[in-house]
């Protein structure tokens, strides 16, 4: 099944069992390590099942989420106000270079967003081009993004970077889902259950939870029968354990230094979304599908 739809639509290794094989980075090793004596994260994310290496290369095996499923589409969401840690932003502050690249990363998305100084030079500096691009997003204001989807029987998107108002974010996940209605309530208790089980983990209020994301996996069914519908948390490669007796409520805003990342505010709307997807009106000018029979 990895082989057909990608978790986080890269190239993972597929291996045995039901399992799959992600290149390994110090701090998710960690990050997965503390988490199987943490009985509330296991509960929410993928089964790890230690490191393994291949032809070389160190990989963490972990459970495939897919295996489960028949014909399963996937939506990525990016959680958090912010998906750059603030220990980033300092290091960037002290090598404050203009990048020609973030520019043009910037003007391809929208021309009239750099000043006259940064159109004269061509350039930005990273902590403007961070910044910029949370602010593009849903990620500042609703604390989420929609980072990438996968149909099962389409090739993965990630045309999301401007998807940014609740209408536009709930008009892409109701053709995500195919209006199915059971999908949208089985997604829904999920996120209500990971919510809770969030704020009782000792280790998510230790840790500064940034690129973090949460998948949404359900069966786009090939008959008529019960669709299967899951969510976990995944991707720990930026989670950053905090200095001894620190605690964040992942609820209260950023300010520098503070560390807070907005993971439960953003789970917050997102639950509300789902709660009111089908009365959310589409963005100005779009219609609703009608939604795909299933044979």
């Known amino acids: 099944m990895v082989g057909s739809v990608k978790h986080r639509f890269c190239a993972f290794k597929p291996c045995d069992n039901g399992t799959i094989l992600k290149k390994l980075t110090d701090k998710e090793h960690l990050c997965l390590t503390k ?16 490191k393994i290496a291949v032809d070389g290369v160190d990989y963490v095996k972990l459970q495939d989420l897919l295996a489960e499923f028949d014909n ?3 939506c990525d969401i990016k959680m958090g106000t912010r998906t750059y840690l603030e ?21 391809k998305v929208d021309k009239d967003e750099p000043t006259e100084e940064e159109h004269k030079f061509k350039a930005v500096t990273k902590p403007r081009y961070m910044q910029w691009r949370e602010r ?16 099962a ?38 996120l209500k259950e990971i919510r809770g089980t969030l704020e009782q983990s000792a280790f998510f209020k230790a840790h500064e939870v940034i690129g973090s994301s949460l998948l949404l996996v359900h069966d786009e069914p090939l008959t008529e029968g019960e669709a299967k519908a899951n969510i976990w948390m995944i991707d720990f490669g930026k989670t950053t354990p905090l200095t001894e007796g620190k605690h964040l409520d992942h609820r209260t805003p950023w300010t ?20 009111n997807l089908n009365t959310i009106p589409p963005p100005e000018g779009l219609e609703d599908d009608a939604p795909t029979a299933v044979p």
């Open 256 to 275: 520098e230094g503070n560390q807070e990342d907005g993971y439960l505010m953003g789970l917050d709307n997102l639950v509300e979304l789902f709660e």
């Open 72 to 74: 399963p589409s996937v």
């Open 153 to 190: 029987d389409r090739d993965p998107d990630k045309n999301f970077k401007t998807v940014r108002t609740s209408q536009e974010v709930a008009y892409v996940l109701r053709k995500h889902i195919n209006y199915r209605e059971e999908t949208r309530v089985k997604l829904l208790e999920r």
């Open 87 to 107: 220990e980033e932003l300092m290091k960037a502050r002290e090598k404050l270079t203009m990048r020609k690249d973030m520019y043009e990363k910037m003007v």
């Open 35 to 50: 988490i199987l004596d943490d009985p509330h994260m296991l509960r929410i994310s993928p089964t790890y099942h230690g």
């Open 136 to 151: 593009l997003s849903s990620t500042a204001t609703l604390g989420f993004r929609i980072d990438g989807i996968k149909q």
